[in-house]
């Protein structure tokens, strides 16, 4: 039997060339009186973007104060910075300007005005949020997915802790997306975008459910397109409509629609990646890159038709005399997808050398992350993440 699921995706999604157009009547919609304009360390003035959201709340003579400065794998310090504002200029709506680390680190900001005591405290599973600001996004690059989806990740840079929470209040009251605004994105930051894309989707697809046929046909397909759309954007990155189909998979990729009737999504290549982004200050998106392909191999004879057909359906590979070789196959060719598009397939390759004693940590703190096993393909434990780490190091 499919899974009984709950399917909610609130937010108001403006998409288009013109899209920006519409963020003062969106934030004024939202019956805002101060805004906390939050973006990151230098694109947003640099392209442009920020002026254009000032302008358009001027036009609204909608108040607002700014903080930039979030980095990739947002630093809870900022975090804490921004609840000070907000506290202190009344602030009670959030708009975020930029991407997953910067919507992250507002909806952070927005659970600890909303909620006594220290936020951390959310991430440290040592109790639940009640409440948290309203959240909207300006979109600026297509990867994590944040704007529609109700997770928000943040490092404890003190102790090296990157760590997730999750709770519906946090997701946006509108994201407005405008393809055109990715355009400005660094080779590297669209690619990696592209591979969480693709990850969020795959670890939605890879379980041991009973899947609805709808699920996975929608799944497929925007694997297909994304796999489809990265190669266009890697010959012409200033491709219009490659980046719109880009844009609205990374959100359609991350807010529940590809894990409807599945019991269980894995998520374990991301469990482990985000401790190396805890560790080591990856990019995301090249770190799931670096790992996905060790992970893959380890877990797949737990769930061979499920590799095998997205060996054929997604990545077109002929079907091979074994199962097995089929599915090698189906991991070699997005292994060579990601060389293709200049993304890691190792730790080397990502730039990193964890130590074995590194490693040891690293598992240990994943397997803390998880309160447990990773993952529902083969659940992983701390001994078969050391393995994963270790056989990942290239
Ligand atoms: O800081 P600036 O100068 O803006 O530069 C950013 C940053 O260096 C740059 N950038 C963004 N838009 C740009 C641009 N540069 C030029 N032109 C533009 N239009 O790109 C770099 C990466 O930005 P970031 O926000 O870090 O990217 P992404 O959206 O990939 O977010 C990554 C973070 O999201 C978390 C990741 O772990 C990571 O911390 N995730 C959040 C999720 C969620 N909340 O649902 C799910 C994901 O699985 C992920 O874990
Ligand atoms: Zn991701």
Redesign the pocket.
Known sequence: MYSDFLYYAPTKVVFGKNSDQQIGALVKEQGATKVLIH??????VR?G?LQRVEDALCAEQIAYVKLGG?????RLSLVYEGIELCKKEQVDFVLAV???????SAKAIGYGVANEGDVWDFYDFKRKANACLPIGAVL??S????EM?G???ITNEKTGE?R?YSSDMSRCKFAVMNPE??M???KY?TM??AV?ILM?TMERYFNQSDNMELTDVIAEGLMCTVLKHTRILNQNPNDYKARAELMWAGSLS?NGLTSCGVEKQDFAT?KLE?EL?GMFDV???AGLAALWGMWARYVCHAAPARFVRFAVEVMGVCQMETDADTIEKGITAMEDFYREIEMPTSLKELGIAPTDAQIEELAARCEKACGGPAGVVVPLYKEDMIKIYTQARG
């Open positions: 973006y990151g360390s230098e694109s947003a392209t973007v979030v980095v990739p794998n947002p930029g991407g997953g680390s910067v919507i992250d600026t690059i990867a994590a997915g944040s989806s997770s928000c990740v990157k997730g605004f990715t400005t994105l660094p930051q990696s975008g969480d969020h991350h991301h985000h982004g990019t995301h998106g």
